[in-house]
């Protein structure tokens, strides 16, 4: 073995400096290439390297070096399942809408991780991502509507996908009217202003927005939307 890749090896997998780490890494990856271990050196850091910024050094140099390679796509698998680091996950997210968006698990996988990402940023993220990078798949506005049901903050998302479906008007105002949500801290966001944002957003002109928001500033719940509401009637809504 080279001498010179001996050293990197050495220094990627044991250095008790992860910025050494990182920078080994990466040069082994872009110098030595095509050697038979920096691909599998690659693996093994990601997997068992406890810094996430080693870790997204290797998805870095992974992206450039190896997107055609069979296992790339499998380890960022792995990484949107099990990787604790939920900005590095944001990262996977975004290399795999750049990189891998035509690869028959990418749509699967991005589901996945719209349902079920302990991070609700990501989960936003990534509904956001499928609304609209996949928005005329026939699978996709059903599953936005479903997930709009469950995660509050995806209205919007749902919106940006599915607003000239004739559903979709009918199912904000109900989320605007019905959602049970009640609030219990002063940072909580409520579904129901959420669904009327998005209703204001893309369907400011429609015969029936100005008398859901009369009603929703003089019969809601909450003061917050109350007010949310009042202020745009005053604003001409």
Known sequence: MHPTIALLQQSARSDTDSDLRATAIEQLAQAWQDHRDALRLLQQSARSDLNSRVRLK???QLTLGWQNHRDSIILLQEWAQSDPDSD???????QLIQGWQ??????ALLQEWARSDPD???RATT???????????PYILPLLKEWAGSYH????QLAEGGQDQPWLWEFLCDRTVNDPFERQG???YNPRQLALYAILEYYPNHSQTRSLLQDRAEHDSDPKLRKFAQ???????
């Open 102 to 107: 035509d690869h028959r698990d990418t749509l």
């Open 153 to 156: 903050y995806s209205f919007e």
């Open 120 to 122: 609700s940023r990501l």
């Open 186 to 188: 002063q940072r909580t």
């Open 58 to 60: 290797v998805l870095e």
């Open 88 to 94: 590095l996950r944001d990262q996977v997210i975004e």
């Open 231 to 237: 202020k745009n009637l005053e604003l001409g809504m």
């Open 127 to 137: 509904i956001k991502q499928l609304a609209q990078g996949w928005k005329d798949h």
